[in-house]
């Protein structure tokens, strides 16, 4: 038995103290990728090999193109008890599919390289979205993949007290090259947190010009730009391409979401419209001069 959905943010109580750190972040080395995968390879396992043999803590990838055998994934959905504000829709199973957008964290939980995906594709002549179960991922044919390999930090999923979900947190890692300069920075974001007005402000401390972002979370609703908001307030959403971001003109960032009732948004965010439920992992990263 799930519980109701909110209706209004004031609805939205997470179950234990809030974090007094809103938008925890380290920063870090992101060096450029295009890791190779083979046809039949599991997704997981050849990213966390290839990572390890070029000395990297973690990535931040965009799958974008990728073509996956048949995997299990989950959508947003309403609590099944009565702490959590949110939890997943029982698993689904897709026959196989290319992923037009997708967004793969790479980082650790108990000791082992675990990834965190979002992606969006098409299935059955519908738009899909969802939450993917990286221990199913097979790739069907070659891919080429593109993102960055990050040292100096990377997430690491721990229990969250705040929200009662082990999450991936922003966890500070042994540099590849001890002289290595930093470019670019991790974070999460906790509850409420607006996600517009959070990167501007983590972009800000990279004391950089030019910005790009990547990454994915849940929101609790979203105002867009030019398009119809997402009502929902159980959500998970992805940073499409194309976020980027000035201190002159601000950070840019269209997403693409699922609420729980599967209803698919997409549009640029409006500042100060976006608050987060229950985290987003970002990298941020200064744009090649």
């Excluded at 997708?102 to 992606?119: C, E």
């Excluded at 991922?137 to 930090?153: D, T």
């Excluded at 959070?198 to 979370?217: N, P, R």
């Excluded at 599967?262 to 608050?275: C, D, H, K, N, R």
Aim: with cysteine.
């Amino acid at each position: 038995m799930r519980r109701p959905a909110p209706l209004v943010l004031s609805d939205i109580v997470h179950p234990g103290p809030a974090a007094p750190d809103r938008t925890p972040y380290a920063t870090c080395r992101a060096d450029a990728v295009a890791p190779e995968i083979s046809a039949g390879s599991a997704l997981l396992e050849t990213l966390g090999a290839f990572a390890d043999a070029n000395g990297f803590e973690g990535a931040v990838l965009d799958l974008a193109g990728l073509a996956l055998s048949p995997f299990d994934y989950v959508m947003p959905d309403r609590a099944v008890d009565d702490r959590h504000v949110a939890w997943y829709s029982d698993t689904h199973a897709s026959p196989g599919a290319v992923l037009n957008e997708a967004v793969a964290v790479l980082g650790w939980r108990d000791g082992k390289r675990f990834a965190h995906i979002h992606a969006f594709w098409r299935q059955n002549g519908e738009d899909r979205l969802g939450h993917l179960l990286p221990d199913t991922l097979v790739a069907a044919a070659p891919a080429r993949l593109s993102g960055f390999g990050l040292s100096g930090a990377t997430f690491e999923a721990a229990p969250d007290p705040e929200t009662e979900f082990t999450l991936f947190r922003v966890h500070p890692a042994p540099e590849r090259d001890a002289k290595a300069q930093h470019n670019a920075l991790i974070a999460t974001l906790a509850p409420f947190a607006d996600l517009h007005d959070s990167v501007e402000a983590l972009a800000g401390k990279l004391g950089t010009g030019s910005y790009e972002i990547m990454g994915l979370g849940s929101l609790a609703g979203a105002g867009f730009v030019d398009d119809p908001p997402m009502t929902g307030l159980i959500s998970e959403i992805l940073l499409s391409p194309g976020a980027v971001g000035t201190p002159a003109t601000g950070a840019r960032l269209p997403i693409r979401s699922v609420d729980y009732t599967g209803t698919l948004s997409q549009g640029v965010i409006l500042p100060g419209q976006a608050p987060t439920l229950v985290t987003c992992e970002l990298l941020i990263t200064t744009s090649p001069q």
